[in-house]
């Protein structure tokens, strides 16, 4: 299994004090920060875009790891790779055909960002053909439906996880949603190394210990 990667969700955190939470995250060992975009139409809520990585980037050095829950992802690559964005990840469920997928994989990695891809919970896994998935660098299993932070963990997409890492032993498999520390070790158990938390890093009284915690299971 490939190495444990924390991503505290900046969706939990005070947007009046996103600098100084960023850097928060970052001292308390975050790997990468994990930055939610949603367009109301993808998904019934909205949240920020290219304008406010921006003006995080001006104060952080971290990896910005750009969950793109909109309906037309292509159009932002520009603007998300001006901005600082290190990765964006965008939802398979966008992309009509597997070669409309592939030739949004070209046009993020031609800006020199990493690139991954999603699926929601009811998107099957046959949904990421192995063309698709030997093109990105991660792919992000929904435990969720996208859309709200604070929801409760799904069980039914970790069969996704299990069938993504027999295939792919060395792929970052990401979980987003509903991950703490009574449901992290089942989605390290199906093969996720990539964890996103969000309430129960910002909610807890010590976000260090949990961030340390889903380290170990993953490594266990
Ligand atoms: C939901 C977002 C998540 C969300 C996770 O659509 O993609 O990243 O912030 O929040 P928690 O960890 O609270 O479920
Ligand atoms: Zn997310």
């Known amino acids: 299994m ?4 924390i991503c ?5 955190s005070d947007f009046a004090n996103l600098a100084a939470e960023a850097k928060r995250m970052k001292d308390l060992g975050a790997d990468y920060l994990h930055m939610d975009v949603m367009d109301g139409h993808f998904v019934p809520n909205l949240t920020l875009g290219a ?3 921006k003006s995080l980037r001006k104060h952080t050095d971290a990896f910005l790891d750009c969950h793109l829950m909109v309906s037309d992802p292509g159009k932002w690559v520009p603007d998300f790779h001006s901005a600082g964005a290190s990765s964006i990840t965008f939802h398979i469920e966008v992309c009509p055909t597997p070669a409309a997928a592939i030739s949004l994989i070209q046009q993020v990695h031609s800006h020199g960002m990493k690139c991954g891809v999603s699926v929601k919970p009811g998107t099957p896994v046959d ?3 192995d063309e698709v998935l030997r093109d990105v660098d991660m792919v992000l299993v929904m435990t969720v439906e996208p859309g709200f932070g604070g929801q409760k963990f799904m069980e039914g997409p970790l069969d996704k996880v299990r069938s993504l890492r027999k295939r792919f032993p060395n792929l970052d498999i990401q979980v987003d949603g509903g991950l703490a520390l009574d449901t ?3 989605a390290a158990e199906a093969g996720a190394n990539v964890i996103v938390a969000g309430t129960s890093v910002f909610g807890a009284q010590d976000p260090k210990a949990v961030m340390e915690s889903f380290r170990e299971s993953i490594r266990k």
């Open 2 to 5: 490939p190495s444990p990667i």
């Open 8 to 12: 505290p969700s900046m969706l939990s």
């Open 51 to 53: 304008p406010i990585i």
């Open 127 to 129: 949904a990421l053909p």
């Open 184 to 186: 992290i070790d089942r």
